[in-house]
């Protein structure tokens, strides 16, 4: 009896799923679980990489992650140092992914959402994808006025799918086990994040608000939301000129552009974190439309996060170092951004500020004339990693601070792509907000 | 099986027809639809149950008794909303070149999302046609001899359709039971439409385009074993 384990095969978990009451409609994380199934070359190539073997368990971790959560995936996909470059690469390919639309359902879905079929709006439309978005698919298309747009349409039923699966992580236990790895609120953040992004409608209140809040910075470009071609699950906006990073870089730019684009990418985050106090959270590198101009165009403001002024606050510490002298300044980092049931005493704690600090110190250091920081150095990727795996191992995870370093971790991961040379501390320190004073 | 025995002789509906005759039946046709218009904007009103067919009469313009010629029951009523149903769904397709090369999946998911589109602004009515077919008297049930013209019409539509994809290799040769498991997986579809609370039926979309998708998948791969 028991002698031999049972093979935990995905399969056999996509089946327990389904007993679990994951219906073939209702839930998109039995879909994530099929994918690798439905197409045969990827299916091989998935089976190999699971056969690995010193990836095994956290990929067991993993499998359970697709679907849904897989914003929570994503966030760990971002913390490249927990994992196996394996596993990393495993990680990277589950993107949420909702199932591609052929053209008769995409018709469907747009006539459902706006009463017309597209060529009956459009001055014309094409009626290939030509990009997958995580809850859908973008279509080029030109409006009746001549402008070139692009058309991103929902997959039917998304958000039921994922209310329940998330209901069903629930009662299964699954946070429970996935609380090794992340807090619970970090979770109940991200289904926060992922309902949000079902509704196109606060994509496009995102997308207006970006627009005039980064105005001050005219190297960047957000898209123009078309109002009446948009809806709760079709949203119409002007196409971003430039191209993505890896084409961006394939044209061979002198380092003088990769310089500017670099200076542009961190003055951007920078802006958006200490002036807008939001942030468009989603670092994936297919965001940012680079262009020969020096020009940032972002896309998909599906995902942004708002920020609590007290967590830009102590954020910004991290960069002026106060708090090495300011034990009431350090307690209330400790609080706001590890979380209230984090003791500032607790010797862990000390050490992980100590390497907070000296990582800052070296890198972006404060004394002597300001000098750009040299991203292509793998030095300084392997200091940042290092900085997030003791973080994560200590959980210290509060879920705005999660965002914020996820998306700085993403923008230095596209710096180093990029090998550009940026005066990091000099442009922190621009818009910095004034530190409060607590005392000490 | 029985019923597939007809499948492969040709329909001949269209043979020798006198232009008068012609004529007498364009006009005939004309006055069955008047008088479907004004049940079905009656059955929104009032339900199947609920409306009389004085009322249907009164809103077609036609005297009672002339009604009856036409319709003897609500039943015939509703099998003749489904033939004008089906002659739209065949007429469409032939029209819908688009489709034509499409994947079998997509085909079918256009297919019956047409069905739907026609139905949808008759819920209700569907709904109590769909309660009254469950009754072995009843001409809608799908072993009425008075639904069997019209069923074949739909089999043999389809069957034409999976045969294609049979020529094409997009599935295994599955024969005439093919057409069945569409007929049925319809059916199935129309009574999950009915109970689909989702705002404009999303849910009976996304269930239409996934099972389509994977039991073209499955087929492909002969069966479950993956």
């Known amino acids: 009896m028991g002698l031999v384990k049972p093979k935990r095969s995905s399969l056999g978990r996509a089946t327990r799923l389904a007993r679990l009451g994951a219906g073939l409609t209702g839930s998109y994380l039995a879909y994530q679980l099929q994918r690798p199934f439905l197409n045969d070359g990827e299916k091989e190539e998935r089976r190999q990489a699971l056969g690995r073997k010193n990836a095994r368990q956290i990929r067991e971790d993993l499998q359970d992650l697709r679907g849904p959560i897989m914003k929570v995936g994503q966030a760990l996909s971002m913390q490249t140092h927990l994992f196996d470059a394996d596993v990393v690469q495993e990680l990277a390919g589950l993107q949420m992914q909702a199932p591609p639309m052929h053209g008769s359902l995409m018709r469907a879905q747009f006539k459902g959402a706006l009463g017309k079929y597209p060529e009956e709006v459009f001055a014309s439309f094409e009626p290939e994808p030509f990009a997958a978005a995580s809850l859908g698919q973008v279509h080029r298309a030109v409006t009746k006025r001549g402008e070139e747009v692009a058309v991103k349409i929902q997959y039917p039923a998304i958000r039921e799918a994922i209310e329940t699966d998330f209901r069903m992580l629930r009662t299964a236990g699954f946070a429970a086990r996935l609380a090794g790895h992340l807090k619970e609120s970090v979770i109940r953040e991200a289904e926060r994040g992922i309902i949000e992004e079902t509704d196109y409608r606060i994509e496009a209140r995102n997308l207006r608000h970006f627009a005039t809040q980064l105005a001050p910075l005219p190297f960047v470009r957000v898209p123009k939301v078309h109002d009446d071609l948009s809806c709760e699950r079709v949203l119409t906006m002007s196409r971003a000129r430039g191209v993505r990073l890896q084409e961006f870089l394939q044209a061979n730019p002198p380092q003088e552009l990769r310089d500017r684009i670099g200076t542009g990418l961190t003055r951007l985050f920078f802006f958006q974190l200490f002036r807008v106090q939001a942030l468009h959270a989603d670092p994936h590198p297919g965001n940012y439309l680079l262009d020969q101009d020096g020009t940032i165009g972002l896309v998909d403001f599906g995902c942004v996060k708002y920020l609590k002024p007290e967590i830009v606050r102590c954020y910004a510490q991290f960069w002026s170092r106060e708090w090495t002298n300011d034990s009431a300044l350090f307690a209330e980092i400790i609080h706001v951004i590890f979380g209230p049931e984090v003791s500032p005493t607790e010797p862990r704690v000390r050490r992980c500020m100590a390497e907070i600090r000296s990582f800052y110190d070296e890198f972006h250091p404060l004394d002597g004339p300001s000098r750009a920081l040299d991203l292509a150095d793998s030095k300084f990727m392997d200091g940042l990693n290092a900085l997030a795996k003791t973080l994560l191992k200590n959980k210290f995870l509060a879920p705005d601070f999660l965002f914020l370093s996820r998306t700085e971790s993403g923008m230095c991961n596209l710096l180093h792509t990029l090998q550009a040379r940026v005066a990091t501390t000099q442009i922190a320190r621009e818009w910095m907000p004034p530190i409060r004073k607590t005392g000490g | ?226």
Not at chain 2, 7 to 17: I, L, V
Not at chain 2, 59 to 84: P, R, S, V
């Open chain 2, 1 to 226: 099986m029985s019923v597939l025995i007809f499948m492969k002789q040709p329909a001949n509906e269209k043979k020798g027809k006198a232009a008068s005759k012609g004529k007498r039946n364009l006009n005939k046709e004309r006055t069955k639809e008047k008088i479907l218009a004004a049940a079905l904007e009656l059955f929104r009103e009032h339900g199947l149950e609920g409306t009389t067919t004085k009322q249907i009469s009164r809103k077609a313009g036609i005297a009672e008794g002339t009604l009856f010629n036409y319709f003897k029951t609500k039943e015939d009523l509703a099998l003749f909303f489904f033939q004008k149903e089906t002659n739209d769904l065949i007429r469409w397709y032939g029209q819908s070149a688009r489709l034509h090369d499409a994947p079998l999946p997509e085909k079918l998911f256009a297919i019956i999302h047409r069905q739907l589109e026609y139905i949808a602004p008759y819920e209700e009515f569907i709904g109590a046609v769909f309660f009254r077919s469950l009754q072995p008297r009843s001409k809608l049930s799908p072993l009425s001899l008075e639904s069997q013209e019209l069923r074949l019409k739909y089999l043999r539509f389809v069957s034409d359709i999976l045969a294609q994809a049979e020529e094409k290799k997009e599935i295994p040769p599955i024969g005439e039971l093919g057409a069945y498991a569409v007929g049925l997986f319809y059916m199935g579809i129309v009574t999950h439409w009915l109970h689909d609370p989702s705002e404009g039926k999303q849910k009976t979309l996304a269930l239409l385009d996934r099972s389509l998708n994977l039991a073209t998948n499955v087929l492909k791969k002969g069966g479950w074993d993956w």
